[in-house]
């Protein structure tokens, strides 16, 4: 069961992450790898929403920001897609 101070826990991981990131790499796009699926977040989820269209999903208990996923079977698809950018996997 998630309780709010673990959500809190997870978005501040996750972003924390991204903000490295974006840091380091400030024009690529950020993906992070889960399980089954691909995550971005802010600025990267909404450029990628419209590139690719996917719709944005608010934030979850499981996610607590605004994000798109995207399964891992259709990884090849997108990325044909989005040739033209620098992207970072986050495994």
Request: no cysteine.
């Amino acid at each position: 069961m998630f309780t709010e101070n673990t959500q809190q826990t997870i978005k501040e991981f996750i972003s924390h992450v991204y903000v490295s990131l974006r840091t380091e790499y400030p024009d690529t796009i950020i993906i992070l790898q889960m399980p089954s699926a691909y995550l971005s977040i802010r600025e990267d989820a909404h450029l990628l929403s419209r590139t690719l269209s996917i719709p944005l999903r608010q934030p979850t208990v499981r996610i607590p920001l605004i994000h798109i996923v995207f399964p891992s079977d259709a990884f090849d698809d997108y990325m044909d897609k989005l040739e033209f950018k620098k992207i970072i996997i986050v495994f």
